[in-house]
């Protein structure tokens, strides 16, 4: 059942409208990609609620599955389907790339000016769908499901997800309660600014953050898994760490690794500088032996160490700039330009 706080009654029809500040330039209204990765037995019940729900907004809209790399009939699913329906297309990818290059490929694709992402195991209700265009429009850039009253495994499934958006939301500063839901929305100009790599699907409203974009979230429903198996376990957690760390990294020093680099380098210079002095002083003064002293070790790489620090955030500030320029990206990101009056 929908939360009391969701006040929009169901079907949501034309009444969903884009606001005049966000002009139509798509083709379409809203796309809406669904990565699939041996889901063959979820697809025909997704499509047909995904095609009620849609056709109940009044809006143009698409609908895009990405096969990634399955092993069963999900491609001969997605065929059959696109047969009958022509605002459905499909895609193939060649192999198993992961869920990230999947979605890429259907953001890629994707000619609707918002786009919403959508897990293709059942357990994402699209009934939700027009709850998060709600949201978008009253003028956010983002909107993510939270699945309140998860219908999934304790052990291997909630308990990691929860250790995994604690850590995010502290190291990561972000009040999203939950990065690991699939049903999100985005406005398209948010995502045309976003390079997907890695494991980074779970993680674009950060990164959607970093270009300045307004962040929603609602409570969505959430649905237990009938066909299929879950594709994730505990190893999640200590992909998250690294993936924080990751997320630190180009939240605060992307265009300026030097801040990081120099900082760290020449921190361990001092401490290596400091145990030289001592050891200097003891040796003027008071005539000491300090060839056989481990801190005269410790100083030494220490001192190195911070001069490599120094020289990787150099070679950083090098790519960085390569990095912007070389792909023709800013430094910053614009919302709308301002119009003489």
Known sequence: MHTKNKVMSFPYRANVALPD????QGTFDLSVVIPAKDEAGNLPELYASLTTVLEGTGLRYEIIFVDDGSIDETSYEIEKIQMRDKRVRGIELRANFGQT?????GID?????????LDADLQNDPRDIPFLIEKLNEGYDVVSGWRKDRKDKMV????PSVIANFLIARLANT???DLGCALKAYRREILDEINLYGDMH????????????????IIVNHHPRRFGKSKYGLSRIFKVIIDVITIQFFSKFITKPMRMFGSLGLGLLAIGGGGLTYLVFIK?????????RPLLVFSVLFILAGLQLI??????????????????RKTYSIRRTMPQP
């Open 21 to 24: 500040k966000f002009p139509v």
């Open 109 to 117: 694709a994707a000619q609707g000016n918002i786009v919403v992402l």
């Open 101 to 105: 290059p999947a979605l890429a490929a």
């Open 156 to 159: 291997t499934r909630r308990i």
């Open 284 to 292: 003027v003064v008071y005539l000491a032996s300090i060839g056989g």
């Open 202 to 217: 779970r993680y674009l409203p950060i990164y959607a953050r970093m270009h300045g974009a307004r962040i929603a979230e």
């Open 175 to 177: 009040p999203i309660h």
């Open 311 to 328: 020289g990787l955030g150099v070679l950083c500030e090098v790519l960085s700039r390569n990095y912007f320029e070389s792909q023709g």
